[in-house]
């Protein structure tokens, strides 16, 4: 199975912005429920915000009004714009489908310093 391509990831200063971009060789984004997840040390994955086919998004209480995400159909890509960024944000971000993820991709790091 494919795995997604996650980068944009960052070391950042608290309250600074990064965007994530990720992209699937194995199919169109467009055709999926996706989200982005991420992974702290020591903790479970958790999704933090995904998108479905019809364009509805939620976020995760912990992101929200901070994060947004947003897919570019015509690069087969996908986003999340991270503003306000905290340390407890630091974490391994991932991309994959929102129902059922499949293959996971290596991720990109985020770290945020107080």
């Known amino acids: 199975q494919a795995r997604f391509v996650e980068s944009g990831g960052d070391l950042v200063q608290s309250g600074g912005s990064l965007r994530l971009s990720c992209k699937y060789p194995?199919?169109?984004?467009?055709?999926?429920?996706m989200g982005w997840y991420r992974q702290a040390p020591g903790k479970q994955r958790e999704l933090v915000a995904s998108?479905?086919?019809?364009?509805?998004?939620n976020y995760a209480d912990s992101v929200k009004g901070r994060f947004t995400l947003s897919r570019d159909n015509a690069k087969n890509m996908m986003f999340l714009q991270m503003n306000g960024l905290k340390p407890d944000d630091t974490a391994v971000y991932y991309c994959?489908?929102?129902?059922?993820?499949?293959?996971w991709g290596q991720g990109t790091q985020v770290t945020v310093s107080s």
């Open positions: 994959n489908f929102a129902t059922r993820p499949g293959s």
């Open positions: 194995g199919g169109f984004l467009s055709v999926y429920d």
């Open positions: 998108l479905t086919i019809r364009g509805t998004t």
